[in-house]
């Protein structure tokens, strides 16, 4: 068993590492924390696309509706 660099938590395999935006390597379970704590404002810009994400349904008129 390895442990995250970060957060020095156990880890089982390597397919529980992820990269941060900076390069780091950090564990699945604390990326998100670690990605807030190096760039807030990436998270926070993330947050605003995901709010402006709608749905868009056309029917086989060619007809576009929200």
């Known amino acids: 068993m390895s442990q995250c ?4 938590n156990e880890i089982g ?7 941060a935006s900076n390069g780091a390597t950090v564990c699945t379970s604390c990326i998100t924390g670690y ?11 993330m947050k605003i696309f995901e709010a ?3 749905e868009i ?3 086989l008129n060619g007809n576009s509706t929200t």
Request: hydrophobic letters at 20%.
């Open 57 to 59: 349904y056309i029917d």
């Open 5 to 8: 660099p970060n957060c020095k």
């Open 13 to 19: 395999c390597s397919c529980q590492l992820r990269q």
């Open 35 to 45: 990605e807030n704590l190096i760039n807030p404002s990436g998270v926070q810009q």
């Open 52 to 54: 402006k994400i709608e």
